[in-house]
């Protein structure tokens, strides 16, 4: 069974930063795209960012370009999502997402629980 854990969420003011992490266990990590994926209240989930499992390949949201970076270490199995400059629109559950194919979308193999971003201004 793959387990998705997030963890770093929490309640920032808007200008500020959090690192997300996602570890992954079960599975065989460098198998899997991995993605972050966010939904705000009242509204769909939305594709954030997302990297290869060679890690030289990132994908982001326009929404987030510059401003978040995605990362993972394939020897400690684990996914991060570093974010700067949040904005009170970045409020929202994240959840990570891992595909054993070529990309994640929303419709990713396996998903992790989410945690709770809050931005304030």
């Known amino acids: 069974q793959v387990l998705l854990v997030e963890s770093g969420g929490g309640l920032v003011q808007a200008g500020g930063s959090l690192r997300l992490s996602c570890t992954v266990s079960?599975?065989?990590?460098?198998?899997?795209?991995m993605g972050w994926f966010r939904q705000a209240p009242g509204k769909e989930r939305e594709f954030v960012a997302a990297?290869?499992?060679?890690?030289?390949?990132?994908y982001y949201a326009d929404s987030v370009k510059g401003r978040f970076t995605v990362s993972r270490d394939n020897a400690k199995n684990t996914l991060y999502l570093q974010m700067n400059s949040l904005q009170p629109e970045d409020t929202a559950v994240y959840y990570c997402?891992?595909?054993?194919?070529?990309?994640?979308?929303?419709?990713?193999?396996?998903w992790g629980q989410g945690t709770q971003v809050t931005v304030s201004s």
């Open positions: 997402a891992a595909d054993r194919g070529i990309v994640v979308t929303t419709r990713a193999d396996y």
């Open positions: 079960g599975g065989t990590f460098t198998s899997y795209t």
């Open positions: 990297i290869a499992w060679h890690r030289s390949s990132t």
